[in-house]
């Protein structure tokens, strides 16, 4: 198939490096030229996994190409996926003037009979306001189709090849038909491609971050119990875990969730509930839990070691999640501000995203070259992302690295006996 992919950040990179990976011809589309270059080049702009290979390999073969001409990339196209941003607005609504934009310039392009697919992840009603911006510029027929993405920051490539489900939302045979041939090679395994109306299409991706969002914020709450009470939140986790209703997915307590969707999607789903005049009352008390989360391993540190004034604290992990340099919402970001606020000085590691980290923090932290430099002369070890390379450290010479030898595990990576038996305090999430 002939494939055009508006937008060449995360979501729209992926998609089409996958696409064009089964064979079909794909031009990815962006407006800014210095990225298009770039993608030329063979080099991404974002860090994931296998993903810079797949774009390499697909350019080799030419089935992948990279423009800036958005009239030219949609007129070759016969399904054009929209996979803009839509950040998030002052009042938390989804702001999507990027996908009205690129439905009103493709509208303007049309020369045929066109499949305009919205893979951003848009509130429900999009598809219809991307349907009548697109009919006040032609004459054409064209069908509109939602098809949220369920991409993973670090496993997008099998996310997207080999999908747990692949949702379409389309009102007419024709698009559907298309779409159900385009997806057909990614789900020969049994993967189910699920057929339904745009509205509930576009509402299944907030639906599922928003119940993920509940998991993780519910769990990092039985863990704030467990320490008051003296309780073992991996105990609790794996009890809980064994039911077969509730299972062992996204139970892990922790210091609260960041990226790009959790705390994007939530909002935006508080928001358009609360258009049509519903209070989402469960989703305002995750919102809310998430923010007091990434503060407490801050209490811990204070209430532990008192002033932190003139301490050095130690980082490992600045990332929101393993296997990318993504810190938006991250929670090293508000923990490493109050550490600085009280008077600490913070040297951080992160595998991935110390250049990021860079550009938030500026020269108002250290950055160490690997994980042990970050350790030299440090009061404390804040473990704020579980990066693989973190779980089986040299117990010993971090013990000789550290002026304190304190560990404040924020991701309960390591077994309290073990790392007590090495001669370090040691506090974790939940566990006494």
Known sequence: MKIAVVGSGYVGLVAGACLAENGNEVICIDKDPAKVRTLQRGKIPIYEPGLEELV?????????????????????????????????????????QHVLGVA?????????????????????G???????????????PFSVVSNPEF??????????????????????????????????????TGAPI??????????????????????????????NVCDAMGADVDQVRRAVASDKRIGPSFLFPGVGYGGSCFPKDVKAMLRFAATADYDFQILRAVESVNERQKLRLLTKVQSHLGSLKKKTIAVW???????TDDMREAPAVPLIKGLLDAGATVRAYDPEAMKVAKGIFGNRIAYAPNSYAALEGADA????????????????????????PAIFDGRNIYNPQQIRASGFEYLSMGRP
């Open 56 to 96: 390499r390999r697909n350019r080799a073969e030419k089935r992948l190409t990279f423009t800036t001409e958005l009239a030219r990339g949609a007129r070759a196209s016969q399904i054009i996926f929209i996979a803009v941003g839509t950040p998030t607005g002052e009042d938390g609504s989804a702001d999507l």
């Open 104 to 124: 009103r310039d493709l509208g303007r392009a049309m020369n045929g009979y066109k499949v305009v697919v919205n893979k951003s992840t848009v509130p429900v």
């Open 126 to 140: 999009t598809a219809a306001r991307v349907r009548k911006t697109i009919a006040a510029e032609t004459k054409h």
């Open 151 to 188: 991409l993973k920051q670090g496993a997008a490539i099998d996310d997207f090849m080999k999908p747990d489900r692949v949702v379409i939302g389309a009102e007419d045979e024709r698009a559907a038909g298309l779409m159900r041939e385009l997806y057909a090679p990614f789900t020969r």
């Open 194 to 223: 699920m057929l339904m109306d745009c509205a509930s299409a576009e509402l299944c991706k907030y639906a599922a971050n928003a119940m993920l969002a509940t998991r993780i914020s519910f769990m990092n709450e039985v863990a």
């Open 317 to 323: 992990g600045l990332a929101f999640k393993p296997r």
């Open 381 to 404: 070890l804040l473990i704020v992302t579980e990066w693989n390379e973190f779980r089986e450290p040299d117990f010993i010479r971090m013990r000789k690295l550290m002026k304190n």
